[in-house]
T-cell receptor
Framework: QQQVKQSPQSLIVQKGGISIINCAYE??????FPWYQQFPGKGPALLIA?????SEKKEGRFTISFNKSAKQFSLHIMDSQPGDSATYFC????????????FGTGTRLTIIP | EAGVAQSPRYKIIEKRQSVAFWCNPI?????LYWYQQILGQGPKLLIQ????????DSQLPKDRFSAERLKGVDSTLKIQPAKLEDSAVYLC???????????FGSGTRLTVV
């Protein structure tokens, strides 16, 4: 019940396009849903996060859409750029993030010119 | 602000040998985490410290893994004896208050041969 399922495993998007990565969770007690970006040889870095009391959060070109009834959330990257090429992880946590993060399996995003 | 420091960056050992990893969190961060990231997977929590006390070590293989955080600052993770399946990147992270998100170090890549 602690799993977070992420898809797709890999994604290729043209420059300027929209990248969409989806996650689904099982534990309805999760109350904090962050997305992390990881470049090769680096640790994951927090990109954007949402709590279940809102359905959408936007920061620049990055948007989280959250569907509490479906237990799903997604990351949208608008106007995708080659510099966005990285591995993206969704995650979920209890207690507003004060407990451990349960990560998805990751999506390797490649933006082509 | 200096980031989370980890050393060494890379380590290659033979199975059944022992190895230790070191982490120095961001100054003032009370919470410290060790995560294991196997190639192609999301990070998995091994242990969480609050100051020098253990909050969660439910997924730490205690027959071979140990961790300590003396004086509530830096931390050491040890594996003894190592197995082939321990090959992974070991990530250290710290946080001041979780809603600010974790800050991860760049990790130690362990290869067990």
């Amino acid at each position: 019940q602690q799993q977070v399922k992420q898809s797709p495993q890999s994604l290729i998007v043209q420059k300027g396009g929209i990248s969409i990565i989806n996650c689904a969770y099982e534990n309805t007690a999760f109350d904090y849903f962050p997305w992390y970006q990881q470049f090769p040889g680096k640790g994951p870095a927090l990109l954007i996060a949402i709590r279940p009391d809102v359905s959408e959060k936007k920061e620049g070109r990055f948007t989280i859409s959250f569907n509490k009834s479906a237990k799903q959330f997604s990351l949208h990257i608008m106007d995708s750029q080659p510099g966005d090429s990285a591995t993206y992880f969704c995650a979920a946590s209890l207690n507003f993030g004060n407990e451990k993060l349960t990560f998805g399996t990751g999506t390797r995003l490649t933006i082509i010119p | 602000e200096a980031g989370v420091a980890q050393s060494p960056r890379y380590k290659i050992i033979e199975k059944r040998q022992s190895v230790a990893f070191w982490c120095n969190p961001i100054s003032g961060h009370a919470t410290l985490y060790w995560y294991q990231q196997i190639l192609g997977q999301g990070p998995k929590l091994l242990i969480q410290f609050q100051n020098n006390g253990v909050v969660d070590d439910s997924q730490l293989p205690k027959d071979r893994f140990s961790a300590e955080r003396l004086k509530g600052v830096d931390s050491t993770l040890k594996i003894q004896p190592a197995k082939l399946e321990d090959s992974a990147v070991y990530l250290c992270a710290s946080s001041l208050e979780f809603r600010d998100g974790y800050t991860f170090g760049s990790g130690t890549r362990l290869t067990v041969v």
